[in-house]
Structure formats: structure tokens, C-alpha cells
């Protein structure tokens, strides 16, 4: 007897350890959203293959919200229209300032100020607005930023930064893939001398999310270099960027919160009949 109840001790135990892990909730992000610069806004709202897939969206349980990482429009005189497509998702959807979404003054007018964080179920949310000072994160909103941190990241479990320009991005390091465009930028923003340490130090799992890539895939065909999105995980910082326009392999990415406060990501295929077509966005390899 004392066997049997051994071997069913075991595997109540072995069951708990395997348990899958599930869902709690998820958000998604989804850069340079009107899509073709070729096609010079000729298409008024929400780049068209995307708008394709929010249906799909919507049919995702516990789907959170939605962050639409800049160059929402290509004109802001268009906003009317990109709205239209927005409000057809069935979740809040917050939108970053990107440099073809109109003036500051404008933009707040429309959206609140172009910087801000949150709280949702124990996970820190940070948006930023890299267009303020030529990519630097600088002034009342790097301020803003070191309080936040400071003041909001003690009791959470991840923190998840979302900004339009890859502000990490450098000719010396993570060069490649190579923004949309450099429109603007100073010659030696402070991501790596400010912002990467206040990152580091915040001793939590901190994720980077930048839309300003994607846009002109097809240039690159006849190449294995991927432009339409990038993943890298260095210490404690993850850095991600996806974005769409180029027709070849558009993108956007859900995050999925699990229950033991991991994260997970599904990189969405927005061109051809398969989502999952471009694998896994873990897998993604910095070009030499």
C-alpha cells in the first residue's frame, strides 16, 4: 500500500511541475502603420494588409491593449481616416508619437501628452517620445522617465518601453537592420551613456519595442538580410522592433503575459495565407 501510495504522490507532483504554462493576458505592437512610403499615403488609413488581420486580433482572449509604435499616418491631415481603422479593434489602443504623425502640440491635443506610463496587473508600461530632442531622452521627460523607474518599477514583474525610433540602433552597435530613417537624429543619442544603465539598474526584466523598420523590404529580395524586424536580449534588456510597408515580410507582434509572469512573443506574418510563416521572432539573428 505504502507503494502505491508513493507512485501517486510522484505523479501529482511530476503533473504540478509539467503544469503548460497559460495566458493571462497579452498586448500588442505594431510599427509604421500606414505602411508603403512609395505609395505616399495614397491609401488614407491604416496600412491595408494590417487592417486585414484585426479581426484576428479581436479574436484573441484577454487581448489587453494595442500600441501603435509610430508613423501611425503619413500625414497628419489623414488622422481621420487611421481612426476610423482604429476603432474597429475591440481594446484600448495607445499611440506613439512617430515623426510623421504630426506636431507636438497637435498630437496632444489629440492623444495626451506624447510621453506617460502605466500600471496593468503588476507590469509597468512606458511610452516614450524620441522626437522631443533629436533621439535623446532628455530634460522633463528623461526626469519623468528616472522617476518612473524609480518610484513604479519596485512592485512589478516586467517593464515594457514603447517608442518609434530604435534609439539603440548606432553604426558601432546594432547597425543592422538599419531604421526607415535616421530623420532628425544627433549624432550621438544617450541611449547607451543614459538610458541603457537606468535600465540595467532597474534590476527587472525590461523589454524595448521601436516601429520604425519595415518600410522598404523589398529592396532587399534578393537578400537573407531581414529589415522588418529584430530581436535581441542582452543581461537583463530585451530589444525588439517590428514594422511593415514593404510588402514582403510585414509584421506586428503579440506579447503574451503568462502565469508565472513570463513573457512570450508571436511574431504575425501580414503578407500570404500563414501567420506563422516568419517563425519565431526569438529566433531572429543580428546580420554580421
Request: net charge negative.
Amino acid at each position: 500500500m505504502n507503494r502505491v501510495v508513493l507512485i501517486i504522490l510522484a505523479f501529482m507532483i511530476y503533473g504540478c511541475k509539467t503544469q503548460p504554462k497559460k495566458i493571462k493576458y497579452s498586448f500588442f505592437v505594431a510599427g509604421h502603420t500606414y505602411g508603403d512610403p512609395r505609395e505616399k499615403g495614397a491609401t488614407k488609413g491604416i496600412y491595408q494588409p494590417f487592417v486585414e488581420k484585426f479581426e484576428f486580433i479581436n479574436e484573441q482572449k484577454n487581448m489587453k491593449a494595442g500600441f501603435f509604435l509610430g508613423d501611425v499616418v503619413w500625414r497628419p491631415d489623414v488622422w481621420e481616416e487611421a481612426l476610423e481603422d482604429i476603432e474597429t479593434l475591440n481594446m484600448p489602443v495607445h499611440i506613439v508619437r512617430g515623426n510623421h504623425d504630426g506636431p507636438l502640440k497637435e498630437f496632444e491635443k489629440k492623444f495626451g501628452k506624447s510621453y506617460s506610463s502605466y500600471i496593468e496587473e503588476d507590469n509597468l508600461f512606458i511610452i516614450l517620445d524620441a522626437n522631443l530632442d533629436k533621439w535623446n531622452i532628455s530634460g522633463d521627460q528623461l526626469v519623468f522617465l528616472m522617476n518612473t523607474l524609480r518610484n513604479d518599477s519596485e512592485g512589478v514583474n516586467n517593464i515594457f518601453v514603447l517608442l518609434h525610433q530604435v534609439i539603440w540602433w548606432s553604426e558601432d552597435k546594432f547597425r543592422r537592420p538599419r531604421p526607415n530613417s535616421t530623420q532628425n537624429r544627433a549624432e550621438n543619442p544617450n541611449y547607451w551613456s543614459k538610458l541603457e544603465p537606468l535600465f540595467q539598474n532597474a534590476e527587472k526584466p525590461v523589454y524595448l519595442f521601436a516601429g520604425d523598420v519595415g518600410a522598404f523590404s523589398s529592396a532587399t529580395l534578393k537578400t537573407t538580410l531581414t529589415v522588418e524586424y529584430f530581436y535581441h536580449k542582452e543581461n537583463n534588456i530585451t530589444y525588439i522592433s517590428s514594422g511593415m510597408g514593404g510588402g514582403v515580410k510585414d509584421n506586428f507582434v503579440i506579447v503574451d503575459i503568462l502565469n508565472d509572469h513570463s513573457v512570450a512573443f508571436r511574431l504575425v506574418h501580414l503578407n500570404g495565407e500563414d501567420m506563422n510563416s516568419l517563425g519565431r521572432l526569438e529566433d531572429y539573428k543580428i546580420p554580421n
